[in-house]
């Protein structure tokens, strides 16, 4: 009789790397520089595989040296950093630029053209590509993973027209998410708010989240229910242990943009004396 045969996971004690074919010429007497970037604040752990993918290209920076004793640099700006801002606005990506100015780094590398920037009016990619230009930085973008091998790793060097032109354009679609898919989904999490419903925003003490995805709904916690509060008699509507009703449970949205600063002002739920509970609901901003 046959023996059963049992499945073991095994973790591959390296990452593997997905650039096949000539690996490009870069000046092997500068360092190289990767920079990495997750505009999501606690996408470090929630989207862990990207910025591991991303560290991985520290390996190919080695590789790029060939013989020569490799110079590669790490600047790294974490989770919740939008390309949208300014590169001085960027304590990372200012530092690489500075050491661009200087002439330290020769090269940068990128998961993606858009880790640098999100830049709609395209004057911090201006900035960029003419110092790059200037000082002759290449921008690489490998391939990452077994799924994109036919791809071609991309090379811009900014002193070829063609190449300025083709970055540009990236730059271009970079923005363009923002303005067609981000902006998308805020809106439809906005009509969400706007029905009552949950849209994932933080909730004050005492109120709950019940329901799955569209069908979700904002009520008061069942321990609160017999506080000095009151509690539910019918949607919307509440009353405290004597049974007259107290108020109603209303949502109104409040906007308030950035102040000069960069400070974002935003004013929570809380629970008034009249029973009113005004959720309000920053503005959502676009995400780099």
């Not at 994109?148 to 811009?156: A, D, F």
Request: net charge positive.
């Amino acid at each position: 009789m046959a023996q059963s045969r049992s499945f073991k996971l095994r973790q591959a004690d390296n990452r593997p790397n997905y650039y096949d074919g000539a690996l490009p010429e870069i000046d092997r007497k500068r360092a190289t520089a990767v920079l990495v970037r997750q505009s999501k604040t606690g996408a470090d752990t929630a989207q862990a595989e990207s910025r591991e993918t991303q560290l991985g290209l520290q390996n190919y920076g080695r590789l790029l040296y060939r013989d020569d004793e490799p110079d590669v640099r790490l600047y790294d700006e974490g989770a919740g950093v939008s390309g949208q801002k300014r590169i001085d606005e960027r304590e990372v990506l200012d530092r690489l630029y500075k050491d661009m100015h200087k002439g330290i780094v020769g090269t940068v590398i990128l998961s993606r053209e858009d880790r640098l920037f999100r830049n709609k009016h395209m004057d911090q990619v201006g900035a960029f590509t003419k110092l790059a230009e200037e000082k002759r930085i290449k921008v690489i973008v490998p391939p990452i993973s077994s799924a994109s091998t036919e791809e071609r790793t991309r090379v811009y060097d900014f002193t070829n027209h063609r190449d300025l032109v083709a970055f540009q354009d990236k730059m271009r679609e970079a923005y363009g998410y923002i303005e067609g898919h981000v902006k998308y989904m805020h809106l439809c999490q906005q009509n969400k708010a706007d029905k009552g419903g949950y849209d994932g925003r933080a909730l004050p003490p005492g109120l709950a989240v019940k329901g799955k995805k569209q069908d979700q709904e904002i009520v008061i916690y069942e321990p609160c229910a017999n506080s000095p509060y009151g509690r539910r008699r019918s949607p919307g509507i509440w009353e405290n242990s004597t049974g007259k009703s107290q108020g109603r449970l209303s949502f109104s949205l409040k906007y308030q943009r950035k102040t000069k600063n960069g400070i974002c002002s935003r004013q929570r739920c809380a629970l008034y004396p009249a029973w009113d509970i005004n959720l309000s609901i920053p503005k959502p901003y676009g995400t780099g």
